[in-house]
């Protein structure tokens, strides 16, 4: 097979795009036709292996119908009996490497996914095909290039995010900063830290992990571009022309040097709750919109953006989409023993649903809901004419806060929330309380900067913001008559005495920070230590 590399060498632009991105050219039912063959190649597999004979049952599928009727929906407790123990042996192939999650699985210390070669090779596909699409300005154009640089900011394997920056590396001739054989042993801010001194001196080309880096990052660049100081060595000829460069620049504009001025980025990739949340930001600080996707562990890359950073595509070789309708969703919540009843990528209509998915390619998750909810905006994208589902990342189902039984409050409604008031916050985490038998949403929040603030002005002003961002709430308040928020600001410097108390008793890089959403106790406890809050 011809590499990429050489492709690029040769110009073949169209031929890397097809071979890429192709998906969004496929009609509905060619992207149907797709996920049923790839499925009928892994019913097979499954029906080959103990544990998918286990899930399945006696009789072996011959049908995408008799699948979803005689095969349950599962979750990770049908499989940690062997996951957990790594039984590559009841497998329907053998893995070439174990991904885990990041530790916030509530029931689990952590769930752990095998990746077949062509699953693990896929991962690398997706990156490529996201750098493309998070570079170009239209159909077929590609600007990527050997060496390209790429900012090292995923956690290490077995993180699903080490996984594919590794895949990546395999199959690409990228260089990442710093190299994976220095960056992996590191910690996260030193692997940052490294990346970023080693990207004055090299460049920077291409970012993709976190929002929420690049922001703190641009936040850090623009405090303290103005006493910028130069290690040893980095006192290079190139790295003090990139400088002056950016300083004049910057002195023109009439504002600080920001991270725009010194790198020129192609393109940034990023995913998750925040991904939406800051884009403004990263697009003010680096100069480039980033473009979104979306990857679970148990899954692999599932959905991306195109170039014009709308809706989310599926790709039709990773996994067997279906979709719980939000309806049924809820039916299940209610009744745990409920078996709600799903629909396929090409009977999707606008409105929230559950994600399922069955691995292809020899991977061992059957029809499993990882627990991620999924808004679908539209049937297709008439912009850039792909004629298939249009969706964004809604919430993670076990982060929504429900109030009073009326509104289903997301991680994304807050952080939306609050952008739109004047309040100058660091970190925050919200949980539900109930008082005087009323529900009410609990923000703690962490300023920048210490400052007084009227935190009763300040539930007003969230209060109102909220309902802006979420109908439900907004009916609620209008039918119940109340606020349902509460803010109390926490102590400076709460969130960062809770990191280094976590890396002191030895916690990775998961467990540094407590969840935005529904902390435990001890967590609570925690964060805000012997003294009492203020607000």
């Known amino acids: 097979m011809t590499s990429l590399t050489t492709l690029i060498q040769q110009g073949k632009q169209k031929e890397i795009w097809t071979k890429y991105l192709g998906f969004l050219d496929l009609r509905i039912d060619e992207f149907m036709e797709i996920q049923e063959r790839l499925l009928l190649e892994q019913i097979d597999l499954l029906g080959k292996s103990l544990m998918g004979r286990m899930l399945m049952g006696d009789v072996i599928p011959t049908s995408v119908e008799e699948f979803r009727e005689v095969v349950p929906l599962t979750t990770y407790k049908d499989y940690q009996e062997y996951l957990d123990q790594k039984r590559g042996d009841v497998l329907p192939r053998e ?7 990041s530790g916030r699985s509530g029931d689990f210390r952590y769930k752990w996914a095998p990746y077949s070669k062509k ?26 290039e050997p060496k390209d640089t790429v900012l090292l900011s995923a956690a290490p394997p077995p993180y699903l995010s080490g996984e594919i920056t590794h895949s990546a590396n395999d199959q690409m001739d990228i260089r990442f900063l710093p190299p994976l054989d220095i960056g992996d042993p590191m910690g996260f801010r030193e692997r940052i830290q490294t990346g970023f001194k080693m990207a004055m001196v090299e460049g920077l080309d291409f970012f993709y992990g976190l929002g929420s880096v690049l922001v703190g ?31 004049l620049t910057a002195k023109i504009k009439r504002r600080p040097m920001l991270p725009k001025d010194v790198w020129k980025l192609k393109g940034i990739m990023t995913g998750g709750v925040d991904a939406s949340i800051y884009k403004k930001q990263i697009e003010f600080y680096w100069g480039k919109k ?5 990857a679970c562990t148990e899954g692999g890359s599932l959905c991306m953006q195109a170039w014009n950073y709308k809706g989310m595509t599926f790709f039709p070789e990773n996994d067997f989409l279906e979709f719980i309708p939000h309806e049924e969703h809820k039916k299940s919540k209610e009744d745990p023993d ?7 990528y090409n009977e999707l209509e606008p409105g929230i649903y559950e994600l399922v998915f069955t691995n292809f390619h020899g991977g061992i998750f059957t029809r499993y809901r990882v627990g991620d909810l999924f808004e679908v905006l539209s049937l297709r994208d008439d912009e850039l004419d792909i004629d298939l589902p249009q969706v964004q990342f809604y919430s993670r189902d076990s982060d929504v806060i429900n109030i009073a039984g009326f509104a289903l409050i997301t991680e994304k409604d807050i952080w939306q929330a609050l952008e739109k008031t004047s309040l100058d916050y660091y970190e925050w985490i919200a949980r ?15 300023l920048k900067t210490v400052a007084h603030v009227e935190t009763s002005k300040m539930e007003a002003q969230f209060n109102s913001t909220l309902r802006e961002v979420n109908s439900d709430y907004d009916d609620m308040v209008e039918m119940l008559g109340y606020s349902a928020v509460k803010i109390s600001m926490l102590n400076p410097g ?3 005495l809770y990191m280094d108390y976590q890396q002191s008793h030895g916690a990775d890089l998961a467990h540094t920070k407590p969840p935005h959403m529904k902390p435990t106790a001890k967590q609570m406890k925690r964060l805000l230590g012997d003294k009492k809050i203020k607000g």
């Open 95 to 101: 893995p070439v490497t174990w991904a885990h999650t």
């Open 119 to 144: 699953m693990y090779d896929r991962l690398g596909d997706s990156v490529t095909g996201s750098m493309i699409l998070a570079s170009c300005t239209k159909k077929y154009e590609v600007i990527l």
């Open 217 to 247: 990052m641009g936040e850090q660049f623009e405090k303290g571009s103005g006493s910028m100081k130069l290690s040893g060595e980095m006192l290079r000829p190139n790295v003090i022309w990139r400088l002056l460069k950016s300083y």
């Open 290 to 294: 980033p473009l979104e996707g979306y």
């Open 338 to 344: 409920y078996q709600p009843k799903t629909v396929l």
């Open 432 to 446: 539900k309380e109930v008082k005087d038998n009323k529900a009410y949403l609990h923000l703690f929040v962490e």
């Open 494 to 496: 709460a969130f960062g």
